[in-house]
């Protein structure tokens, strides 16, 4: 059983006391138009393919039974309030499981409707760790913190600089969104950076700026990035 489908049947089992369910309905606010369309079409698809394919199998197990599962998805346009109303409409029809939209900040806004409405939330994205200290008890996450992301690409980089493919010291700019999960990535970063004193001298941040979300003017921070001469740029 795929990961989406086997967590669908476990939260709706979780909450079956008597005879099975005749359906699971599986809800899901995407951004399918919009800044974050594009990821927001690979989530629609991964959730399709994973109903498709428990679906093939006669649905997913709950107490026993093989119960069908349907998906109802809304555009959410890549706006946080958008996000706010289709969940608080999926939630409306029913839906026993809400799918989680594309990236922390839409995240943050649709698990609080869910949340509210006491709808579990599975988020396939969304891996700021601010998502998961606001003490919610129907929110659930799938991917590892943010951080450990900043973390990973700065360990690849040392061993890049070890293996004599980048200068010691090297210059790093940093470039990330202006939302919780870029706050946390670049942390992430600058605390690898200046975690012991053999890191404080192989590493020297050259820029660290931030940019909004839905920018659409980067040349001045280009212009910034290419006077910093950073030889690593994370974004």
Sequence with gaps: MNRIALIASFLVASAVQAAPP???KL?????LTGAESKSGGRLRDGYELAVELA???GGVDIAGAHVPVKLVLVDDKSDGAADERAVEDLAGQGVDVMLGTFGSSLVEKGSAV????????VAATGASRALYQRGFKHLFGLQAPVEQLGNALMR???EEQQRGRLPSPARVAVIWEKT???????EAIKDFAAKTPRRRAAWNIVMDESFELNAKDFKPA?????AAKADVVLV
């Design 114 to 121: 869910s949340e509210r409405l006491r709808v579990p939330y």
């Design 180 to 186: 919780s999960h870029g706050k946390e990535y670049t």
């Design 55 to 57: 679906n093939q199998q």
């Design 27 to 31: 809800g899901a606010a995407l951004p």
């Design 222 to 226: 280009l212009e910034r990035l290419k």
């Design 156 to 158: 690849w980089a040392e």
């Design 22 to 24: 005749k359906e699971i």
